[in-house]
């Protein structure tokens, strides 16, 4: 039997900019270096979506109209992240890229894993760090895949 999510995992596209970007600020400030992120939606575009990808984004997007409350982020001042995202209904993602290692070979490298707060402990986080081992072993290029976070 098939579990049924409120979410689902997917291919980030261009239009999740904002969100991504969004989510990687408040990644930041979790990690006390919200002036630590020198990059806007100009070079995500660029970087991701563009003629040559510098790495690849998975997505979590709410899609029920149960659960926490969409459209609730508080706003403070003090904080630029916690301004409205673009799509409140992306409510986490991974950010990973292709390496090398000189002992394994052709390598998955998952960056960042965020989830909105108030998302958090649904097994959201679980499946898309599922999702970036899937992408490894379905494109048969990698032995390996690392996750770069604390």
């Not at 409350?69 to 990973?96: C, F, W």
């Amino acid at each position: 039997m098939a579990c049924s999510h409120p979410w689902k995992i997917r291919p980030a596209t261009r239009e999740d900019v904002p969100s991504i970007v969004w989510l990687t600020q408040v990644l930041a400030e979790y990690e006390n270096e919200p002036r630590s992120m020198k990059i806007g939606e100009k070079e995500m575009l660029r970087d991701g979506f563009g003629e040559k990808q510098y790495f690849h984004v998975l997505v979590a997007e709410w899609t029920s109209d149960d659960g926490p409350v969409l459209n609730s982020i508080p706003v403070d001042p003090e904080k630029p992240s916690t301004s409205m995202p673009h799509n409140d209904r992306i409510v986490g993602h991974a950010l990973y890229f292709y390496t090398y290692s000189t002992w394994e070979g052709k390598c998955l490298h998952m960056e960042d894993l965020c989830v909105r707060e108030q998302y958090r402990n649904r097994g959201i986080g679980t499946a898309l760090m599922q999702e970036c081992a899937k992408v490894s072993m379905l494109q048969r290029i990698c032995k390996n895949a690392t996750f770069g976070f604390p």
